[in-house]
């Protein structure tokens, strides 16, 4: 029970149903009950993210689904509302939604920049902005930011999508500085390629796919448990001094 008595939100954790692709934030939400914690998942997916919910219950875990768009402040308001008049109080916060956009920087509309800034760099923002106070109120809490080895390397494509990671990894070590004394701990957390429901239609072409494992030392890509294992650390008291850090989940790619 590494999470007992822990109240946790996660964003875009709507993949977490059972003998389906999982993606890291459904996984992480399963996790997270199972080791004690209560869980408020979110997205903006609702069908499937309350059929994650419900059959999270079904097993004896305890969670509920709320609607949340992470780009406006409105829902981020309500969803941590929700939190608070469920559970008590909120100690956890996953800033986990996020979209690819494969595109060189002269396909790049100024539209398809907006939006991948908006949804990873301004969706943590506002999340770990409004998460702070009700994580005062408990005397400390772990926010874990989901970037990506995207917003620490380059590669061909995906200009928005680095741009904005390398936003939420260096936004996190400001907050992290910012919050410590108060035993807020912010950290990143970096995946390498792996399959989810975000990369499952690319990773049909066969080609892309050994793309992706010839890049990774470990020769495999990942699967939604092997990052919601290190989401589960950062999230614990387990890591109570690690604050500011990132951590690279990613079969070895960027240790190359
Ligand atoms: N799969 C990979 O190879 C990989 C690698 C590195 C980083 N990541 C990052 O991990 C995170 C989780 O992705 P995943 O691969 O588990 O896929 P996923 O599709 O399961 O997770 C992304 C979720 O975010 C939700 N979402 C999208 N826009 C949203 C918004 N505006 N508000 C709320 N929710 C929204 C989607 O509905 C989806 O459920 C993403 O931030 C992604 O960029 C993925």
Redesign the pocket.
């Known amino acids: 029970m590494r999470l007992e008595g822990k109240v946790a939100l996660i ?2 954790a ?2 977490g149903v059972e003998g389906e692709l999982m ?4 996984a992480s939400a399963r996790l997270f009950t199972q080791e004690g914690a209560k869980v408020v998942l ?4 609702v069908e499937e993210g309350e059929k994650t919910a419900a059959q999270i219950r079904e097993t004896g875990g305890d969670a509920v689904f709320v609607r ?4 406006q402040e409105q829902d981020w308001v309500n969803a941590i509302q929700t939190a608070v008049s469920t559970y008590g109080k909120l100690d956890i916060l996953v800033n ?5 956009a494969r595109f060189n920087v002269e396909d790049t509309t100024e539209e398809l920049w907006d939006s991948q800034m908006d ?2 760099a301004k ?1 943590t923002f506002l999340g770990t902005k409004l998460a702070i106070p009700e994580m005062r109120q408990q005397g400390g809490g772990s926010i874990v930011n ?1 970037s ?3 917003g620490i390397i380059g590669s061909p494509t995906s200009t928005a999508y680095h741009a904005a990671k390398g936003a939420i990894r260096l936004f996190t070590k400001s907050a992290a500085i910012q919050y410590a004394r108060e035993n807020i701990r912010v950290n990143s957390v970096h ?4 399959h ?4 499952d239609r690319g990773y049909e072409d066969p080609e892309r796919l050994q793309w992706s494992i010839d890049r990774t030392p470990i020769g495999r890509v990942g699967n ?1 448990y092997d990052i919601a294992y290190g989401i589960l650390y950062l999230a614990s008291d387990e890591s109570s001094f690690v604050t500011g850090s990132e951590l690279v989940i990613d079969g070895g790619m960027t240790a190359q």
Do not use: Q
Request: proline residues 5%; without cysteine; charged residues 5%.
């Open positions: 964003t875009g709507a993949a993606g890291f934030g459904g979110t997205d903006i997916k949340l768009n992470v780009t986990n939604a996020g979209t690819g949804v990873h969706g989901i990506s080895i995207y995946p390498g390629y792996a989810t429901p975000l990369t939604a």
